[in-house]
């Protein structure tokens, strides 16, 4: 059944859903009804909620419990999140399955609490030391939420890997109608071998990250790549919006496609052949299909972003792949400021491309 | 499709309004968003909240050009009313200490501490009330609505429906 | 009849270890396997291992082990005890990792009275990194980066643990002990078993500080540093009980 629901409340009661169990958080702005719904609900279903000291310790906490082969999550905004980055470095490194959920703010540093899209790099490259990637899923609304946090679980266990849900402030605060994925019973789910979890009947199970001998090491970094490239082939995900016959598309992801989606309709109005193609994984991106469109003619892609020019890394980097060589520009608001569609809409009218998004 | 502007000090019922407008949009199987600001503006300082209601899917949760504001207090008219779309209607509340909007004729002022009556944290209600016919929702729904968002203040449902149903007659009368 | 009367504890790997001559990690596993067998506790164990010399505990010990990053044990820690909530868990931190980058997670696992049993390796020094200044490098004492000897005004000054901790109300059980000598040996093995007593009994969070050599990083040999031990480290840490809240079935103590 829908209900009304505000963005992190979603994500919280969708891991719920997908039998999440240990949730470990520290309070920040604009994520805090997630451990704040975590704590009483997580108690009714038999789980466990600690607000941790730091969000370094709450990352270790997942650690520990996801390493045990429970279903565990956290979540932060910005700050929070560049102090997990060791932490996640080690559960990437010790392939331990778990979800974790930025709701972004502006930055750098401190910042401010408003909406922003500025961890995107930090999010879909790596993030911490070391060589590794964590699975990206962006939400465009509180119903894809839901939906990709309760798949995020999935995901995490399948690849035992670290999945991050990345949205913003705005999904975070807003409500919309929803329906939350039927929940499964986490006793349902395969066991998980390889987890430490004690009962080993004798034989020992470790979880480590550390590999001394530069043969063993990179051997693990090759089994790592094999697996970002597995999950390139069979988890990339991705909308179009009336691309077929577009001349100009917008790339845009989370809630900033959903603007980019009304003023596509604006342009289309005033006889401009605009789309919108919007990457719903960021890591994998879904590179190939840039190429796809730049191949059939499109020839000018526009990065639209609440980041100072991190989008466009991606898109010109699939682009390299194509035979053509398209424009490519960049329409951006940061600092918490929000674009609006006619924003957009305007911007593509004048024609002109930027390659900074202060110029 | 309507874009629902709802703006005013915390502590108005601003919130709770733009949330009632989507209940009830939800309640007629309409998509719906609702977008509150938030952060320490929320403590004493003017709160605004987007509500759209549409047929199709939501595209843009973020307005630029509202055809519905709600402005319950003086920064709220100054930031939103000139940006309010064409054919668009601003509803203020009659008693704020200016003369915003006055002479326009797509500019409303609402009576609500007169509608609210004894029952003054129902002005937000009231003004519901009088916007409602403007959202295009049922009376049934808003209703329905109040129900939903009182359920654990059951004492509070009539007065709110009295509210409710004081600030419909009022538009039912007085705007055109 | 011939009778066994020594030999490797179950929990112990026949695996050679690679600490240095003189060094008390080895006879501390020892200790710990010791005590969880003596307890019946050998097949639902988890191990916590370190960033230190002790990053490679999991091959000594034979019960399922995790790899924590430097400081973060007690954290990890918890969260393999909401997990595994019926498993005996043991955290195994030197005096940098749980003083000095982990102060914070050691703190709030304590005094959360998380239900597990920390056992804290202080030898004053960082000893896998190279002999730089620990935490708890003792005033005058020389290291790669105090060179001159820990001077307080400049470096500050050492931290102690176990009364520190002990200010909690956490925690139900703090002993600081020694390995240098067999009495030694045995008190710190009782130490141990108590702790682990205190977590099957779920009475919260326990942590035993033994007093390490690191004779390498000492520039002693082995029998100086434990000389050293005996007759200047234990004058700034002393030993003993900080915190006993008692054992189900015990006489109170206070």
């Known amino acids: 059944m829908k209900k009304l629901w505000k963005g992190n409340e979603a994500v919280a009661e969708a891991a719920v859903a997908a039998g999440c169990r240990c949730f470990f958080g520290y309070p920040i702005t604009p994520q805090n009804e997630i451990p704040e719904y975590m704590s009483w609900r997580l108690k009714e279903v038999g789980g466990h909620f600690v607000q941790a000291e730091s969000e370094v310790s709450a990352i270790n906490m997942v650690y520990g419990a996801g390493g045990a082969g429970v279903r565990a999550m956290t979540s932060s905004s910005g700050p929070g999140i560049s102090l997990k980055q060791e932490g996640i470095s080690y559960i990437a490194g010790a392939e331990i399955p778990c979800v974790i959920a930025d709701m972004m703010r502006a930055g750098p540093g401190l910042g401010g609490i408003q909406p922003s899209q500025s961890d995107y790099l930090q999010a879909v490259k790596g993030g911490g030391h070391g060589d590794y990637k964590v699975f990206v899923y962006a939400p465009a609304s509180v119903q894809e939420a839901a939906d990709l946090t309760f798949k995020a679980f999935d995901i995490a266990d399948k690849y035992r890997n670290p999945v991050m849900v990345l949205g913003d402030g705005m999904l975070g605060q807003m409500m919309e109608p929803a329906e939350i994925p039927a929940a499964i019973d986490p006793a349902t789910l395969p066991v998980k071998k390889w987890a430490a979890c004690g009962h080993n009947g004798g034989k020992q199970r470790v979880l480590s990250s550390i590999l001394m001998n530069p043969d063993d090491l990179e051997e693990h970094n090759r089994k790592l790549t094999r697996k970002y490239e597995q999950m390139a082939k069979e988890e990339t995900a991705y909308e179009h919006y009336r691309t077929e016959d577009a001349d100009i598309v917008l790339v845009a992801y989370g809630i900033v496609a959903r603007i980019c989606k009304a003023a596509v309709d604006m342009l289309r109005q005033a006889g401009i052949k605009a789309g919108l193609f919007r990457p719903i994984t960021l890591f994998p991106f879904p590179y190939g299909q840039l190429v796809k469109l730049a191949d059939g003619g499109v020839n000018k892609f526009i990065s639209v972003e609440l980041s100072c020019g991190q989008l466009i890394e991606d898109v010109k980097l699939g682009l390299y792949d194509s035979k053509n060589r398209p424009e490519v520009g960049i329409y951006a608001r940061v600092g918490g400021n929000v674009m609006k569609p006619e924003d957009v809409a305007d911007y593509v009218r004048k024609g002109k491309v930027s390659s900074s998004w202060i110029k | 499709m309507k874009q629902i502007i709802v703006s005013g000090f915390g502590g108005q019922g601003v919130i709770s309004l733009g949330l009632m407008i989507s209940y009830a949009a939800m309640k007629e199987d309409r998509n719906t968003s609702f977008l509150p600001s938030y952060g320490p503006e929320m403590r004493g300082g003017t709160a605004n909240c987007s509500v759209v209601v549409s047929e199709k899917e939501v595209a843009s949760p973020v307005i630029s050009r509202p055809d519905l504001l709600v402005a319950l207090n003086v920064p709220s008219v100054a930031k939103f009313l000139p940006n309010l779309a064409e054919g668009g209607r601003a509803f203020i509340d009659a008693d704020m200490p200016v003369d915003a909007g006055k002479g326009r004729s797509d500019v409303i002022a609402v009576p609500l501490k007169q509608l609210a009556q004894a029952n003054l944290k129902g002005q937000n209600i009231a003004m519901l009330g009088a916007i409602l016919s403007f959202t295009e929702l049922q009376a049934a729904s808003a209703e329905a609505a109040i129900r939903d968002v009182f359920k654990h203040k059951p004492q509070f449902i009539d007065s709110n429906l009295a509210c409710l149903h004081a600030g419909m007659e009022w538009a039912e009368k007085n705007v055109r | ?254």
Do not use: W
């Open chain 3, 1 to 254: 009849m011939d009778q066994v009367v020594f030999r490797k504890p179950k929990l112990l790997n026949d695996t050679p270890m690679h600490y240095c001559p003189g060094c008390t990690h080895g006879i501390v596993h020892r200790l710990i396997a010791e005590a969880l067998e003596e307890l019946g506790e050998y097949d639902n164990v988890i191990g916590i291992a370190p960033v230190g010399c002790a990053v490679f505990a999991y091959n000594y010990f034979r019960c399922d082990m995790y790899e924590a990053a430097h400081g973060r044990a007690p954290s990890v820690a918890t969260g393999v005890k909401r997990a595994c909530e019926d498993s005996t868990v043991f955290v195994y931190q030197g005096d940098g990792d749980l003083a000095s980058i982990g102060m914070a997670e050691i703190v709030h696992a304590a005094t959360r009275g998380e239900n597990f049993t920390v056992i804290f390796i202080n030898n004053g020094i960082y000893g896998m990194t190279g002999g730089q200044m620990a935490p708890t490098t003792l005033p005058g004492q020389k290291t790669t980066t105090s060179q001159q000897g820990r001077d307080p005004k400049e470096h500050g000054n050492p931290i102690k643990v176990c009364e520190l901790l002990s200010t909690l109300t956490g925690p139900a059980y703090i002993a600081r002990t020694t390995v240098t000598d067999v009495k030694s040996v045995r008190a710190t093995r009782e130490a141990i078993k108590r702790g682990f007593t205190m977590q099957k009994q779920k009475r919260g969070f326990s942590l035993i500080e033994i007093l390490s050599t690191c004779p390498t990083n000492f520039h002693l040999s082995p029998l100086d540093s434990m000389k050293y031990i005996d007759e200047v480290a234990v004058k700034a840490y002393p030993l003993g009980v900080y915190k006993d809240i008692g054992l189900i079935g015990e006489e109170k103590k206070q």
